[in-house]
């Protein structure tokens, strides 16, 4: 896989072995580590380099993967900021999952939802997907003010667990649907 989105401000491209030392850094802090399912604390770079392989591995896995895992690069500094996935794809089901994240101090500038609608746009636009299913811990209200501002609702809670800190939990799990999002895009464009 080879495919890189490009927005305004980013580029969404493969992890490379050269973003081992900025994707260490970015998750070896437990106060963004907290908010995510599968991220250990502290995050070494052994660590970065397992996600790395990993990452490289199911790109490489079939003709229709059932995941996308990009770096989330700032442009033009060409330094890494995030992540942001798109996986779980059932491509009968036309539905696919993931998540973000932004290293803690260039949060808070926009580049989140800036990712996350690129990701929601390669799922819906060019993989054909009708289905987005996300989710935040309990207590993330910044990660659910993003997602409703993009459209999502909230569908259901679970249980569940985080890695980083070993802490029970809520997820609040939530859906954007395809036409939901289409409307919401005409809509905007027709107020710009």
């Given at each position: 896989?080879?495919?890189?989105?490009?927005?305004?401000?980013?580029?969404?491209?493969?992890?490379?072995?050269?973003?081992?030392?900025?994707?260490?850094?970015?998750?070896?802090?437990?106060?963004?580590?907290?908010?995510?399912?599968?991220?250990?604390?502290?995050?070494?770079?052994?660590?970065?380099?397992?996600?790395?392989?990993?990452?490289?591995?199911?790109?490489?896995?079939?003709?229709?993967?059932?995941?996308?895992?990009?770096?989330?690069?700032?442009?033009?500094?060409?330094?890494?900021?995030?992540?942001?996935?798109?996986?779980?794809?059932?491509?009968?089901?036309?539905?696919?999952?993931?998540?973000?994240?932004?290293?803690?101090?260039?949060?808070?500038?926009?580049?989140?939802r800036e990712a996350f609608e690129a990701k929601i746009r390669f799922a819906f636009c060019e993989l054909g997907l009708t289905k987005l299913v996300n989710g935040y811990f309990d207590g993330n209200e910044k990660s659910w003010a993003m997602q409703r501002k993009l459209g999502y609702r909230r569908v259901a809670e679970v249980a569940s667990r985080c890695m980083a800190d070993g802490r029970q939990t809520i997820e609040h799990v939530t859906t954007l649907l395809r036409s939901d999002w289409k409307d919401r895009e005409d809509y905007m464009s027709k107020r710009a």
């Open positions: 896989m080879d495919i890189k989105i490009e927005t305004s401000s980013l580029t969404l491209r493969p992890w490379g072995e050269e973003d081992i030392e900025q994707l260490t850094l970015g998750l070896n802090d437990l106060e963004l580590a907290k908010w995510l399912a599968f991220v250990p604390h502290p995050y070494s770079t052994s660590h970065a380099k397992d996600w790395i392989k990993r990452c490289q591995e199911i790109s490489n896995a079939s003709i229709r993967p059932i995941a996308y895992e990009f770096a989330i690069e700032l442009r033009p500094e060409r330094t890494v900021i995030g992540g942001v996935s798109l996986n779980k794809i059932d491509w009968e089901a036309g539905t696919g999952g993931g998540g973000i994240w932004i290293a803690n101090h260039f949060q808070g500038c926009g580049y989140g």
